[in-house]
């Protein structure tokens, strides 16, 4: 009887045959049809597993050299297990403090940053630190340097005493919030007292509240407001009437009557439902805003022009001006509010802000707004250790962004210095050209900003491509 053994060989057998057959044409010949094709593949992996043997005691007992092509003069070069970064000056890594400072030294070489493995950076010998101590480590992109919105907040905190308390926040490119109207106003109150008008984008000075009070805000609370929020906002003339020269004596004849110089006389036009002051000079009259009549009714002066000692404007119709001589030259400044404005009081939870949208040739568009308290503090953090008073206690810049701006010492100056500023709410001053084209910038991109709102950011060290190739000692 068979056994299995020979019914599997006798399979196989015909199989054998049978795929000869179809292969060859021959169903008896002697080699198997499938010899070569075993043969060869057990060849194959027998040479296989050799070479990857060969090349695995090679890589245990041979070191990598790896890729040289960083290798170029003030390249920027970082081990991609550690982080590490160094500049390769002079056949040496140069370990280097900041990746600002690594763009300063490799200006030449375009500051692109290559990342190596340890092996390609092993066996080049490692020279001293260098680099500029307290220098960024993270530069704003390129195309998030061109904000040209500063916006200067602070918060009310609601005490006779002014504003030691009083947070000072600064945010870079934040939306625009509630704007005042051209007829609004803020009536503000400095450290020591000192009260200002916040109006058309200029504080003016209150000289004394007689003075507040003749502009109908005698019965006005003051906000109090810190000095660095305050000095942002452009100085105007002071609310204070001038001397009138020759006060008190003989003016033109009005309406038949002789009149005193320094006097005010109103013009109504019954038929255009209009009023118009006229201040009483020596040789006519000076045509006055409602502003400027009402100071110079509160002035002490203004007495030797009314004898009888009622100081108001003295009514007259239209045709009492014929034949006179008319100005506009009345002493007063020409940028005063020509109407007192309607005082705005902060609501709670709300604080008054000044946004400056500077223009491309530096003028300053400052625009008084409110925003609320949430929308500040949300959109800003803590700027840290700092004197109260003289720098701003929050800012807001946002992520990977920051400024190129061009200190403007006074409006319509050329400018100053050149700052950038980071992420992090400081300000770097750039000591030439050749540091905003190493830091990956151009000129063009500096924004002129108002030197009063880059002093509200701490200033870090000069960045200049010779401080960034010093030396630096390795602390213990």
């Not at 009023?275 to 100071?295: D, F, I, P, W």
Request: proline share 9%.
């Amino acid at each position: 009887m068979k056994s299995r053994k020979d019914q599997v060989q006798a399979y196989f057998f015909v199989v054998g045959r049978l795929a000869a057959a179809v292969t060859h044409g021959k169903p008896d010949l002697l080699e198997a049809p499938t010899k070569r094709m075993t043969t060869g593949t057990v060849l194959g992996f027998v040479l296989a597993a050799v070479i990857m043997g060969v090349f695995g005691i090679l890589g245990m007992f041979v070191p990598a050299t790896g890729d040289s092509s960083w290798r170029q003069e003030g390249a920027i070069v970082m081990d991609k297990t550690s982080g590490a970064r160094y500049v390769y000056l002079g056949g040496q890594l140069r370990p280097v403090l900041n990746y600002s400072s690594a763009r300063l030294v490799s200006a030449q070489s375009g500051g692109k940053l290559t990342s190596v493995s340890p092996q390609a950076l092993a066996g080049t010998p490692v020279g001293p630190s260098i680099g500029i101590t307290g220098a960024p480590d993270s530069l704003p992109a390129a195309d998030k340097v061109s904000t040209r919105r500063w916006t200067v907040c602070t918060r009310i905190v609601g005490s006779a005493a002014p504003s030691e308390n009083s947070a000072v926040a600064l945010l870079l490119g934040h939306p625009a919030g509630a704007a005042l109207a051209d007829g609004q106003a803020l009536f503000v109150s400095a450290p020591g007292g000192q009260l200002y008008l916040i109006s058309h984008g200029k504080r003016f000075r209150v000289p004394s509240r007689s003075v507040a009070a003749a502009l109908g805000y005698g019965a006005a609370r003051s906000v109090d407001v810190p000095s660095a929020w305050l000095n942002t906002i452009p100085q105007g003339p002071d609310l204070a009437a001038p001397a009138t020269p020759g006060i008190g004596g003989l003016g033109p004849v009005i309406a038949g009557k002789q009149s005193l110089v320094g006097q005010i006389y109103q013009v109504r036009n019954s038929a255009l439902g209009t009023e118009q002051n006229y201040l009483v000079r020596s040789n006519g009259l000076a045509v006055l805003s409602r502003t400027g009549a009402a100071l110079l009714l509160a002035a002490p002066d203004t007495r030797q022009a009314y004898p009888d000692g009622r100081i108001e404007p003295i009514p007259v119709g239209p045709d009492a001006l014929s034949g006179l001589s008319i100005t506009a030259n009345t002493g007063l400044p020409s940028d005063l509010p020509p109407v007192p404005p309607e005082l705005v009081v902060p609501p709670p939870g709300t604080q008054p802000c000044v946004r400056q949208d500077v223009q491309s040739d530096g003028r300053q568009v400052p625009v008084v707004e409110l925003l609320s308290d949430n929308q500040v503090t949300q959109a800003s953090v803590p700027l840290g250790t700092h004197k109260t008073g003289t720098i701003a206690d929050r800012v807001a810049i946002p992520a990977g962004g920051g400024a190129l701006a061009r200190a403007l010492p006074t409006p319509g100056a050329q400018g100053g210095a050149t700052y950038l500023v980071t992420e992090v709410g400081k300000k770097y001053p750039m000591s030439n050209a050749e540091v905003i084209t190493a830091l990956g910038y151009t000129a063009s991109m500096a924004t002129p900003v108002p030197a009063q709102l880059l002093n509200l950011l701490p200033t870090g060290p000069v960045l200049s491509v010779n401080a960034a190739r010093q030396s630096q000692a390795v602390r213990p």
